[in-house]
């Protein structure tokens, strides 16, 4: 049974740091893709960053040069360091996985994954 677990959310300022893991268990880490999205109530879910087989890496536009999506494939755990954090980033943001290690997805959609982490909440204050 795979399971997802995010943590490390929290209330920040503006231009602050944060560091979001996700514990990853039931599945092989090193060969699947690993997504990082976030919601605002009310709004569809929203790309964030993925990491293809804990090493190519895809960002968002919005967060490009500002996140960095890594994995740890020895503690199955995969990161995203948040750097230069502004107000419009507050959402809750979810951690996704696929079954398998597809040679390529749709890695932006969140259809395109098969298991999904409760969430952890981030907010940033101006």
């Known amino acids: 049974q795979v399971q997802l677990v995010e943590s490390g959310g929290g209330l920040v300022q503006a231009g602050a740091s944060l560091r979001l893991s996700c514990a990853a268990s039931?599945?092989?880490?090193?060969?699947?893709?690993m997504g990082w999205f976030r919601q605002d109530p009310g709004k569809e879910r929203e790309f964030v960053a993925a990491v293809r087989w804990s090493s190519r890496t895809y960002y968002a536009d919005s967060v490009k040069d500002r996140f960095t999506i890594s994995g740890d494939n020895a503690k199955n755990m995969v990161y995203l360091q948040m750097n230069s954090l502004k107000p419009e980033d507050t959402a809750v943001y979810y951690c996704?996985?696929?079954?398998?290690?597809?040679?390529?997805?749709?890695?932006?959609?969140?259809?395109?994954?098969?298991?999904w982490g409760q969430g952890t909440q981030v907010t940033v204050s101006s």
């Open positions: 039931g599945l092989t880490f090193s060969s699947v893709w």
């Open positions: 996704a996985t696929t079954k398998y290690a597809y040679s390529y997805i749709n890695y932006d959609r969140p259809t395109a994954y098969d298991y």
